[in-house]
């Protein structure tokens, strides 16, 4: 329901402002047009929306650098049909349809800046309008484009969100304010010399993420360096949402993901990191998939988390997506070494998958692991098959 709204608001306010602006300022196109003039008006409208979508982003692309931060990439238009090529070092996608996006890098950016970048698109659109009055052409048709370019700026403006599930420029204002207090909230954290051991500390750090406080995503960052200080942390009751954004659920499994990679860990964290992992599969929108935490990654973690669980049976099912998918020889060799581990196990050989994994990267998280566990031989397989039939039994 409030995914549907978010979507809806954005295209009211532009019908809204369209059509409510023909009817307030009284514009109207002449009752008899040719049929060459119409399709005239036609282009001379499709093209004010082309060049105000282009002068949008640039707004964007531009303030960020000088705000400080590093343009990554400008999209127009939809992936669909698209080419892509350079301006300098900056990819530029093009493609059907309008609408776009800017991504930077703007690690160190203030929640002003942030402002200003967000601003910048409305802003040009608004500019454009104006200029659209310059045009020579007859009044009512200069007045029809700068009314629908001036309509994209407000549709722009109003919080939502786009149907490829990007955030409008007025959701990112709206969040201003929150943007503030959560900065505040995660320095004051930091400052404090034990400030893994607080209850809320977990909480604080995630809401700064998603919010794009910088010291918390260094913070998380080098957290996932330090086993010990995660493991102190990942301990503490979190608050999830019951409808949490794709930041969240993306850096819940990212934690979960290295601690239970950091090597063994106590049967009570494992079941804890478990039960988070299976929240985030949960609550991943499946409609608009986040191509940070793809399903298959959040379901190989959960692999993971049912080895150090002492449930090997349930490992290669897991891992089966992972292995059908086209994956980097990294992240292969690392779900190979998962299954290898797990089926050693089970008594039988995970041989293959490790040589697999060792060919393909021999550096790859839990390879090293996994080598050690297998060269245990017999001893170390009835170990942990003997552990996962007792924990079996109490479960």
């Known amino acids: ?10 295209t009211l ?72 090529f350079h301006l300098g070092a900056v990819p530029v ?9 800017v991504s930077f890098r703007g690690h160190r950016l ?57 955030t409008t420029d007025g959701y990112k204002l709206l969040q ?45 960052r080098e957290l996932c360096k330090q086993p010990d200080a995660l493991q102190c942390m990942y301990l503490k009751p979190w608050r999830l949402p019951d409808k949490p954004e794709a930041d969240v659920t993306h850096i819940v499994h990212v934690l979960s993901w290295k601690l239970l990679a950091s090597g063994d860990v106590p049967s009570a964290t494992a079941d804890l990191a478990a039960s988070r992992i299976e929240w985030v599969i949960d609550h991943l929108d499946k409609e ?9 990654n959040v379901r190989h973690s959960l692999a993971l988390a049912r080895l150090r ?7 290669q099912r897991l891992c089966a997506d992972a292995l059908a998918a086209d994956m980097t020889p990294n992240d292969r060799a690392t779900v190979l070494a998962t299954v290898a581990m797990a089926k050693h196990a089970l008594l039988l050989s995970g041989r293959q998958h490790l040589d697999e994994a060792l060919a393909l990267d021999p550096d790859a998280e839990l390879v090293s692991e996994a080598t050690r566990f297998l060269e245990g031989g017999l001893e170390t397989a009835l170990a942990a098959h003997d552990e996962a039939a007792t924990r079996e039994q109490v479960t």
């Open 1 to 10: 329901m409030r995914r549907g709204l978010l979507l809806l608001l954005p």
């Open 13 to 84: 306010a532009y019908s809204a402002v369209f059509f409510g602006g023909q009817w307030l300022l009284g514009i109207q196109s002449p009752r008899h047009m040719a049929t060459s003039a119409e399709v005239a008006f036609a282009g001379c409208l499709l093209a004010a929306l082309i060049i105000g979508m282009v002068a949008h982003e640039l707004g964007h692309a531009v303030v960020v650098r000088l705000a400080g931060g590093e343009v990554l990439g400008v999209t127009l238009g939809s992936t669909f049909g698209s080419v892509t």
């Open 93 to 101: 996608s093009v493609g059907l349809g309008l609408g776009g996006s």
């Open 110 to 166: 203030t929640a002003a800046r942030r402002v200003a970048i967000s601003a910048a698109g409305p802003a040009v659109n608004v500019i454009v309008a104006l200029l659209c009055l310059l045009l020579p052409v007859p009044r009512w048709e200069a007045s029809f484009l700068a009314l629908a370019v001036l309509a994209s700026a407000v549709q722009d403006l109003v919080p939502g969100h786009s149907v490829g599930g990007n």
């Open 176 to 220: 201003t304010r929150a943007r503030l207090r959560a900065d505040t909230e995660v320095r004051g954290l930091l400052s404090e010399p034990r400030w893994e051991d607080r209850p809320d500390a977990a909480d604080i750090l995630i809401n700064g993420f998603r919010l794009d406080v910088p010291e918390a995503e260094d913070c998380l």
């Open 288 to 296: 608009h998939p986040d191509n940070r935490t793809p399903l298959r």
């Open 309 to 315: 669980q002492r449930r090997p049976r349930d490992v």
